[in-house]
């Protein structure tokens, strides 16, 4: 069966840090596009970061530039979201999603057919 967990996500004050992972269970993520989104309280859910089949290709949305980096470890079929200087804005429920077979890294949501189910990331003071 084809699993995508997330964690990692917690309260965290402004300025600070966390790591999410995205373990995958049941197909490997040697051939798949993974993709970090998130969703806040009344907004849509929009793309976070995402990263090809092989790694060398990432995306990163401007609101997280230079703050957010996306990597994956092939072996432990784990994709990682380090994020740093957290702000409130940053709030959100964050979800990893998987096109299956794919090698472009795209952040359409339609284009992602399998979800985890999300962690909760809350930066507060």
């Known amino acids: 069966q084809l699993q995508l967990v997330e964690s990692g996500g917690g309260l965290v004050q402004p300025g600070g840090s966390l790591r999410l992972s995205c373990a995958a269970s049941?197909?490997?993520?040697?051939?798949?596009?993974i993709g970090w989104f998130r969703q806040a309280p009344g907004k849509e859910r929009e793309g976070v970061s995402c990263i090809s089949n092989s790694g060398g290709t990432t995306t990163v949305a401007d609101s997280v530039k230079g703050r957010f980096t996306i990597s994956k470890d092939n072996t432990k079929n784990t994709v990682y979201l380090q994020m740093n200087n957290l702000k409130p804005e940053d709030t959100a429920v964050y979800y990893c999603?998987?096109?299956?077979?794919?090698?472009?890294?795209?952040?359409?949501?339609?284009?992602?057919?399998?979800w985890g189910q999300g962690t909760q990331v809350t930066v507060s003071s």
């Open positions: 049941g197909f490997s993520l040697d051939y798949d596009v």
């Open positions: 999603a998987a096109r299956r077979l794919q090698h472009m890294c795209i952040m359409n949501r339609t284009l992602f057919t399998s």
